[in-house]
């Protein structure tokens, strides 16, 4: 970038983060630096001369008549190997490196590159090319191993296409150094590099979008069981504070079967990110056996850090995950949380002086969030692999109400929908995840999936439980009514086997060593397990068994501890207990049979 | 740096002061007023343009004349001075002593407003507070560097709570207590008369700092005072390596503050009148807790607020909620019942208490003790519920036994006293006391070992 040519202006008027500067030339969506202390901002209008800019750092003492400086490009990313295990904030400066350099808090007017300079990567070129031939936009040149777990694969940035003049032999290269060269159609030469760069707020391209076929399985039973979501998907996790939104996606990046997990924590906590940066080092990928930070990025926009840059952040986590998804893996993204950044578009609007719709929200809050959603999904990348981004997004509702603006703008645009509730969470019962206001409009696709590589159940016993849980709520209705003794056996046994369900198969604790990941084999099992008990225990009932026996048999307890007894690798164990428990059922039918043969 | 004074006000209205003609005045500098009586009001720049700069006048504009007033801008951001010597002291809400005893001299002052933790420089909070208190140390435990606010309303006794907090407050094997800041915003007279002679009585006096704005002082200092207070407690936690313990006291008023100067800014208001800004507000108060890496010292957060109408669904504590590490609730009903501390658990949650609890920490079935009666007692209210319809005789034999330990676990785990000091290793033993009444097959979520080792049947 040629600094000397940089447009220069002034600054005319602070407000908060939005300030008034004259800079004749600068184009909107434009990056500039202000004040003396050089501060990063974006241009979001235009007026005649002046412009108005957000800021991604507090204004404090910078003064009307500071100089200002246009960069000349948007807001963008850089995109090569070394992304894989950082933290960086919400316009991609790296914080690790920060920490280093400048301590604990983050100073303003500090921008270190965001990829490491320093490091040497190894470089093996694509055996398919050769000098000459053509090459078009998002072609592997090559690739690096980025981490133990991620290869990372090179690609020709998705503005250049032409014919490939040279490709780097097998080597050792930094960053910078060129490891190819293409002439484009007007003849003009471009030095590749492992990296490149990419404005944050415009889709990478593909060739085609493609329906999910595959659920992405995240080792939660109500979700993975009940509520699935397929690669490639997109997914809304609302719910009141507390209820558990951040620990389902930390559940998530943890045990889900994604190549690359972009966590963005916009707007939340700096613990929580720290609680990711402490453990998944640690934590084993199930799938790989590597430690899970081989194969995660995060984000960090903490509440406390400029709105701003909030608001940026998850366009610089999606604009991550499509790079990854343009190399031809399956990426997940969850942003942490979504209704934040909405409150940093309404921040900016308001200072603005835009006419505020709902709840002081602007008129374009739903049509961002469709475009920002419209951003996962399955596709034919250019280098015709098959890549995907599925995108997981956490709602916070004002004093949980999900017909606010951000909630329902978002229910509309999703297709799975994992609703919270506090009433279940003051329970404890954990996933708090409402199995009457969830949803999935993918069950069917990962019905096929479960029929083919589980269980050719699975389908049906899914809608028996849920058809349980359903009568469950209706008859309690009844109790609270008119009490327990207006129910019928049959009905008592319904209301026993929900109950079953809720703590054998929906309740799983994120904390317990042993149930946190569920293998989709071991979902099933649980499952079909306690529905056949159920079975039993209805047959028996028919016979004339007091339901009271069968309430008060001992193997129920087991039951419900099943979970936490048996790991996903102890598949025999569960099905040795299932035969024993299940006989225990067979005795008492044998028992009552012969009653019944034998007059009284 | 010379600093300019002008006679340019243009207009004044609700706390707000607008001056023309003032070239180059940095926003966020702060700035004396001088009225025609030759008092002298503060004030910060909320906003500045060459022909116009907004101003913030703590005292608020009232009986401001536009002509005999003369406005000074000083070319710095709100600071406060520090030294060891705060301890001890009390401030009002622009750090100016109101103890009667000259103002801290010291070449160390920093802007109150400070720039955020850089996540990766913290460290995950972790160490188990005992803080004598059963529903919080048992159910809900506090650790270091925590930030957990107490939900209350008005007539509960937050304040007897809070105290009793800041009294007994210690690591269980450690017997060094914690250097206090106390910040007051908008309180009666009554309540700080209480802290200060609790403070007194506990012989602690000299290892507090307090930050006090009453009910009659200027609403616009409730802005500043938090973030004063909390400038002092990182200069003790970060520089002096102390524990510091911060109580901040009714963060109710601040949010109320900060919708009056909202209002008269012209903001856009997004629920009940506040701005939409109130959550990013709030937070930068409420992050500033924690620890950090290579620093010995702590900041644990404990704000005090009181739900308006009793609501946990109003901004105020629902954006608490969404930012602070869990909350204790209490409830108007267990005070009525006479029930002190009315810590209400089903709402109440610690979200750090998962890493300081357990084995290694404080006993090893803590985690499923706490988990086991969490959900006894929900079952138990669902029960009392259907009592109250279909009368408790209709109840199973069953069912009946959660009514009674729902009554045991109020007027035994809930209810202690104020000078009570129970020991985590008590308040586990009492918990096992009320899970014993259950047979072990009732109780799912503790697991066979614990069981066999605690339930009072097995033993
Ligand atoms: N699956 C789970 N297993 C065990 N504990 C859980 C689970 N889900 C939630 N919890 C408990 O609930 C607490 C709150 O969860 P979480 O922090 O995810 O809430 P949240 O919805 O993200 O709240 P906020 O909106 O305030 O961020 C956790 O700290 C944990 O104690
Ligand atoms: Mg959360």
New interface residues.
């Given amino acids: 970038m040629n600094t000397t040519s940089n447009k220069k202006g002034k600054i ?5 983060p939005i300030v ?1 500067i004259e800079l004749p030339g600068v184009q909107n969506g434009e990056q500039v630096r202000i004040g003396s202390l050089g501060l990063y901002g974006e241009v979001i209008s235009l007026e005649g001369n002046e412009a108005l800019a957000q800021i991604y750092e ?8 500071e100089p200002v400086e246009g960069l000349g490009h948007p807001l963008s990313v850089e995109l090569g190997p070394g992304l894989i295990g950082g ?1 960086f904030d919400g316009v991609q400066r790296p ?2 490196a ?2 280093l350099k ?7 007017g500090l921008s270190p590159l965001p990829l490491d300079r320093d490091k040497v990567w190894h470089f093996i070129p694509s055996e398919n090319l050769e000098p000459n031939m053509p090459i078009i936009n998002g072609a592997v040149l090559g690739r690096v191993q980025e981490t133990e777990t991620v290869e990372h694969r090179i690609l020709v940035p998705p503005n250049i296409s032409g014919e490939l003049i040279e490709l780097a032999p097998e080597g050792d290269y930094h960053l910078e150094e060129s490891i190819g060269q293409v002439r484009d159609q007007q003849g003009e030469i471009h030095h590749l590099k492992l990296y490149h760069r990419w404005p944050v707020r415009r889709p990478r391209p593909y060739q085609s979008r493609d329906n999910g076929i595959e659920p992405l399985i995240t080792g939660q039973r109500i979700l993975d069981t009940f509520f699935p979501l397929l690669k490639g998907s997109k997914c809304a996790v609302p719910g ?3 209820a558990g939104k951040t620990v389902v996606q930390h559940q998530v990046a943890r045990w889900a079967n994604a190549d690359i997990v972009i966590y963005v ?1 916009c ?1 939340e ?3 929580e ?3 990711v ?2 453990s998944f080092p640690k934590l084993k990928d199930p799938y790989t056996g590597r430690p899970l930070m081989d194969r995660t990025l995060l984000i ?1 926009n ?6 701003v840059a909030r608001e940026a952040s998850i366009y610089v986590g999606i604009t991550i995950a499509e790079y990854y998804r343009d190399q031809g893996y399956d990426v997940v993204m969850l942003a942490d949380s979504t209704s ?1 950044w909405a ?1 940093a578009l ?2 900016v609007s ?1 200072r603005l002086g835009q006419m ?1 719709v709902e ?2 929200y602007p008129a374009y809050l739903a049509s961002r969030l469709a475009a920002f959603y419209e951003r996962a999904g399955r596709v034919d990348t250019m280098d015709s692999g098959k890549g995907s981004v599925t995108l997981i997004g956490a709602v ?1 509702p ?4 999900f017909s606010e603006p951000v909630t329902s703008h978002t229910k509309e645009i999703i297709q799975t929908f994992w609703a919270l509730s ?1 009433e279940l ?4 019962h954990y996933p708090a995840i409402d199995w009457v206001d969830s949803f999935s409009a993918d069950v069917g696709t990962a019905a096929e999936w479960w029929h083919e590589n589980i269980d050719r159940e699975w389908e049906k016993r899914r809608s028996q439980a849920l058809g349980m849980l359903a009568r469950d709520a209706e008859l309690s209705r009844i ?7 207006a129910l019928s056996s049959a009905q008592r046994w319904v209301l026993e086997g929900a109950a079953l369900i809720k ?1 054998g198969v929906l309740q799983q ?1 994120a ?1 317990d060593p042993v149930d946190t990941f569920s293998s989709p084999q071991k979902q099933f099992m649980l499952l079909d397990l306690i529905l056949s008990v159920y079975d039993a225990g209805a047959d028996l009932i028919e016979l004339g068994v007091p339901v009271q026996e069968l309430s008060e048999m ?1 193997v129920l ?1 087991r039951l ?2 099943c979970k ?1 007894l048996y790991d996903s690798n102890q598949i025999d164990q569960l099905k040795a207990f299932r035969e024993e428990a299940l006989n225990d059922f067979k005795e008492i039918h044998s028992e009552y049979a012969q009653r019944g043969e034998q007059p009284a | 740096m010379s600093a300019k004074e002008y006679r340019t006000a243009s207009s004044a209205r609700g706390g707000l002061l607008t001056v023309a003609n003032v ?7 702060r700035v004396h007023i001088r009225d025609q009586q030759g008092n002298t009001r503060n004030g910060q720049v ?5 022909e116009e700069v907004l101003i913030q006048v703590f005292e608020g504009t009232s009986e401001l004349d536009l002509e005999s007033t003369w406005v000074r801008f000083l070319d710095e ?1 709100v600071e406060i001075a520090l030294s060891p010597e705060i301890l001890g002291r009390i401030f009002n809400g622009l750090g100016e002593p109101r103890d009667y005893r000259p103002p801290i001299v010291s070449s160390l002052r920093r ?1 109150i ?13 972790k160490e188990f507070i005992q803080t004598g208190i059963s529903t919080i140390d048992g159910l809900n435990s506090l650790v270091r560097g925590q930030k957990l606010p107490i939900f209350s309303a008005s007539g509960l006794p937050h304040n007897r709570l809070a105290a009793q907090i800041v009294r007994q407050a210690k690591l269980p094997d450690d017997d060094s207590r914690f250097s206090v800041v106390f910040a007051a915003m908008g309180v009666s007279y009554a309540d700080a008369r209480f802290f200060q002679e609790e403070f007194a009585s506990s012989g602690v006096l000299g290892n507090v700092v307090m930050f006090v704005n009453m009910a009659d002082d200027p609403p616009v200092e409730r802005l500043t005072l938090p973030r004063m207070a909390l400038t002092a407690a990182e200069y003790l936690a ?1 520089d002096l390596d102390r524990h510091v313990l911060v109580v901040m006291t009714d963060m109710t008023h601040y949010a109320e503050a900060l919708r009056e100067v909202a209002t008269a800014k012209g ?5 009940k009148g506040y701005p ?2 109130l ?2 507000d709030l ?2 108060i ?3 807790s ?1 620890r ?2 290579d ?1 010995h010292g702590s900041i644990t957060l404990v704000p005090v607020l009181s739900m308006p109408s009793d609501d946990i ?3 105020i504590p ?2 608490t ?3 602070t ?3 204790i609730v209490l409830s108007r009903e267990l005070h009525n019942q006479g029930i002190y501390p009315p810590v209400h658990i ?2 109440s ?1 610690s ?2 208490m ?1 890493d300081g609890i357990g084995k290694d920490f404080t006993r090893e079935d803590h ?1 499923h003790v706490s ?1 086991q009666l ?2 006894l007692y ?2 138990a209210l669902e029960t009392r ?2 009592a109250s ?2 009368g408790a005789d ?1 109840l ?1 034999t069953r ?1 009946r036994r959660y009514l009674e330990f729902a009554d045991a676990f109020e007027n035994r785990f809930v209810r202690q006293s104020e000078d009570e000091d129970r020991s985590i290793e008590e308040t586990l033993n009492l918990a096992w006391d009320l899970l014993s009444t259950f047979p072990p ?2 109780l ?1 979520r503790v ?1 066979e070992t614990e069981i066999a080792k605690y339930h009072r049947q097995s033993v």
């Fill in positions: 005319k008027d602070i407000n908060g008034t507090s204004t404090e003492m910078v003064r009307p008549g933290i914080l690790e920060m920490f400048a301590g604990d808090q983050i100073p303003r009141p504070f507390g924590g707007g906590r700096g613990n990110l720290v609680d940066l402490d960090a903490t509440s406390n850090m400029p709105v934040r409150e309404r921040e308001g505020p709840e002081g916070s004002p004093g949980g109400d506090k969470a003051d329970a404890r109790v609270n009514l008119v009490g327990p003794e703590e604790s904390l001992s307890a419900r501890r936490e | 070239p180059n005045i940095a926003f966020g500098d909320i906003r500045s343009s060459d951001p802007s407003s400070a720039a955020a933790f850089n996540p990766a420089a913290r460290t995950y909070p970060f903001d856009v208001p997004a629920r939409g800004y959550y990013s937070a930068e409420y992050e500033r924690g950090i890496k620093r669904t109003h901004p629902d954006l909620g969404y930012i590490e869990g909350q089903s709402p949650l979200r750090l998962k985690p988990n969490y959900a929900a079952r519920n259907l319809i279909i209709e199973s069912d097959q009732a799912t697991n």
